[in-house]
């Protein structure tokens, strides 16, 4: 499977918007789960920041977005609506996918998957 690859990053004020968009196309089975991992500063583990489950379109949150950023998947695209943007949601943004199969959760399901692609950068500025 190709590594996804992440557009729509860029420079935002505090309080704008942003849309991240990931090409998804080789993980179109109904039982992926699908998710936006983020890196806040270099050398720091990626942590996941938002998933959605192909299959019933669940969608789930870290608490630091949960309100403000939206995940979303149409087709082949997954998408992260990024509002209200705080200083602390600079980072490389990465897209990734995982077969959910016998895991619990899309979190834990995500958690496995490893080939990650450059990312996005997003950087908010005061």
């Known amino acids: 499977q190709a590594r996804p690859v992440e557009s729509g990053g860029g420079s935002v004020q505090t309080g704008g918007s942003l849309k991240l968009s990931c090409d998804v196309s080789?993980?179109?089975?109904?039982?992926?789960?699908m998710g936006w991992f983020r890196r806040q500063a270099p050398g720091e583990e990626r942590e996941e920041i938002a998933?959605?489950?192909?299959?019933?379109?669940t969608a789930s949150y870290a608490d630091a977005v949960q309100g403000r950023f939206t995940i979303s998947l149409d087709g082949n695209r997954l998408y992260l609506q990024l509002d209200d943007v705080k200083t602390e949601d600079t980072g490389m943004y990465y897209c990734?996918?995982?077969?959910?199969?016998?895991?619990?959760?899309?979190?834990?399901?995500?958690?496995?998957?490893?080939?990650w692609g450059q990312g996005i950068q997003v950087t908010v500025y005061p």
């Open positions: 080789d993980y179109t089975k109904i039982d992926y789960c």
């Open positions: 998933d959605i489950y192909r299959r019933d379109g």
């Open positions: 990734s996918a995982a077969f959910r199969g016998v895991w619990d959760s899309c979190r834990r399901a995500l958690a496995t998957f490893r080939n």
